[in-house]
């Protein structure tokens, strides 16, 4: 495992610098590499904007969280997915290229929807600070979502899963985070 300060991702994300994000993940891959890893993954989904920028460079292959969960969308017959994650992540194109690689349509959140979940993943989540309004705000959004005709939503962030789960979703939902952890586990006992 390596991985530099997450403020060094955010800062160059606040600067739309891509590339910037790109060199700080080619740089982890180059360390885990020498280290003697056999693939690589991130746990971080808006960081995948920039895993395009690296792959053919990157001293082994990636496990791209996106792919892992659309295909576990594929898999369990949903046909299209609202998405939740950062402002950077919602408005890519990460989730939707792997999600239409496996015919599933998705839901983006609103402007102001993306600005709420934004401010309360970076300002509150990654700091640990759950507030009740915020659990809230996130399971309107996913019922929205299930109102535009969703039957699942992508829980597109390592801290959403800290306020919306199965047991309180209006939706099923496909946490990216344990998706990813669990296809690493099968690809390392090679059961993948």
Same mark, same amino acid.
């Given at each position: ?20 994000? /790109? $060199? ?6 180059? !360390?885990?590499?020498?280290? %003697?890893?056999?693939? =690589?993954?991130?746990? #971080? ?25 659309? /295909? $576990? ?6 046909? !299209?997915?609202?998405?939740? %994650?950062?402002?950077? =992540?919602?408005?890519? #194109? ?25 401010? /309360? ?72």
């Amino acid at each position: 495992m390596h991985t530099p300060s997450f403020a060094g991702y955010c800062e160059r994300m606040e600067r739309d610098d891509w590339s910037g994000v /790109a $060199e700080l993940m080619l740089d982890s891959a180059n !360390r885990l590499a020498k280290a %003697g890893a056999d693939f =690589l993954i991130c746990p #971080d989904n808006t960081i995948h904007q920039a895993l395009p920028m690296i792959e053919e460079r990157s001293p082994l292959p990636w496990l791209h969280i996106a792919e892992v969960v659309a /295909a $576990e969308a594929a898999a369990r017959g949903y046909r !299209r997915v609202g998405l939740t %994650g950062t402002r950077w =992540l919602v408005e890519s #194109d990460v989730y939707p290229r792997a999600l239409s690689r496996h015919g599933i349509e998705f839901e983006r959140p609103t402007a102001q929807e993306r600005d709420e979940m934004n401010a /309360a993943i970076m300002d509150e989540l990654v700091y640990g600070i759950v507030r009740p309004e915020t659990v809230s705000r996130f399971l309107r959004i996913v019922e929205r979502m299930k109102g535009a005709g969703c039957d699942a939503v992508v829980l597109g962030c390592t801290e959403i899963p800290l306020i919306v789960s199965d047991e309180n979703s209006p939706l099923p939902a496909l946490d990216s985070t344990r998706l990813l952890a669990r296809a690493a586990l099968r690809r390392a006992i090679g059961s993948a």
